[in-house]
């Protein structure tokens, strides 16, 4: 996929070149001042198969005016979740111009909340019904998803599994982790995909800009402001190793694009279905974090990530009861690692 992509590449700006002197060879490839191509790279009958990791530590504040003006402050109430999952990525037809068709399985999925669900909760996170199931999707040499179609579908099937079954208070929903499944595979190639003009190639301090959804248990539709900055190359014995930076803050609006696992009314289950109705819906009141991803430049594959931020979560329009004004800190650790 990367010789066809440096071809294809070349072809285009001998064409637009026109009468202009002739350009260099790593001029034609992107690669000019430095500059190198990232792309993804898939080849026949290698499997690739990652860990993906997120996990949430949320702490409940009912009154922060009051725990930071009274020793002892006021009760907080702590929640943690973590979802441990394996996917393996099979190319299944690989067009020699550029896009490849991969089929994606979900080998295992294990999630641990505490406290754990009461007695009228789902015996299973919703997640974890994602073990054993596939879809595929079409992948650029960019990284970018052309064709979702499939991914979209499950996530749909699996939104179902998120709700309690045979009760008599309407459709109510558990807590889920699907949101971290959708960040995982929705935005796997976020960072060289998001780049504008990745024909060009990206130099070592190069910056770039893009956002993706943030994963909570609470239905909120609430985006992730990043920016990637390209901090140097590493030589490894298995290659060329883009060491990619990336720092975090609340983003503007959440984009349209993004799938929803879920349809029609609902009410939440839970402390934080409780919250997010008395307090009208919720909010990012501030989000800051970093991280490192390490993609390997011959190989054409992302190696690992590792992203970490803190984020508040208010009313959205206000508390309803004065003096009374709820704050959720949540501290987020997503990973990825490659299993050799």
């Known amino acids: 996929m990367k010789t066809a992509l440096n071809i294809f590449t070349a072809v285009l700006l001998i064409a637009l070149a026109g009468c202009q002197p002739r350009a260099t060879e790593e001029q034609l490839l992107g690669k000019e001042k430095g500059k190198e191509l990232l792309t993804v790279d898939f080849q026949e009958a290698q499997v690739l198969r990652y860990r993906f990791v997120s996990s949430r530590n949320s702490d409940l504040d009912w009154d922060p005016a009051k725990n930071g003006s009274q020793p002892g402050g006021n009760k907080v109430d702590k929640f943690t979740e973590s979802m441990d999952m394996v996917v393996a990525y099979t190319p299944i ?6 896009l490849t068709t991969i089929k994606a399985t979900c080998e295992s999925v294990k999630v641990e909340r505490n406290p754990r669900p009461g007695r009228q909760g789902a015996s299973r996170d919703a997640a974890e019904s994602l073990a054993g199931k ?3 999707l079409t992948v650029d040499p960019t990284g970018k ?3 979702y179609s499939q991914l979209e579908k499950l996530i749909h099937e699996v939104g179902k599994d998120a709700f309690r079954q045979g009760g008599r208070q309407g459709r109510v929903k558990e807590p889920d982790m699907i949101d971290d499944f959708i960040c995982s595979q929705w935005f796997l190639w976020d960072s060289v995909a998001s780049m504008e003009n990745a024909l060009e190639g990206v130099s070592v301090g190069q910056s770039w800009k893009s956002k993706i959804l943030i994963p909570t248990s ?4 609430e985006g992730r ?19 990619i930076r990336s720092s975090y803050s609340p983003a503007e609006s959440a984009s349209s694009d993004w799938p929803i696992p879920y349809t029609g009314s609902f009410q939440m289950s839970g402390t934080f279905g409780f919250l997010r109705t008395f307090l009208r819906g919720l909010k990012v009141l501030n989000l800051q974090g970093q991280g490192e991803e390490l993609f390997n430049i ?10 970490q931020y803190e984020m508040q979560l208010g009313a959205a329009s ?8 709820p704050r959720i800190t949540i501290r987020q650790r997503l990973t990825m690692q490659i299993l050799e």
């Open 93 to 98: 037809e690989v067009d020699p111009y550029g």
């Open 134 to 136: 596939s879809f595929t």
């Open 145 to 147: 998803i052309e064709d």
């Open 218 to 221: 609470m239905v909120i539709r």
């Open 225 to 243: 402001a990043i920016t990637y900055r390209l901090d140097k190359i590493r030589q490894t014995n298995k290659g060329r190793v883009a060491v």
């Open 298 to 307: 011959d190989a054409g594959r992302i190696e690992q990530y590792n992203q």
């Open 318 to 325: 206000g508390s309803p009861l004065p003096g009374l004004n």
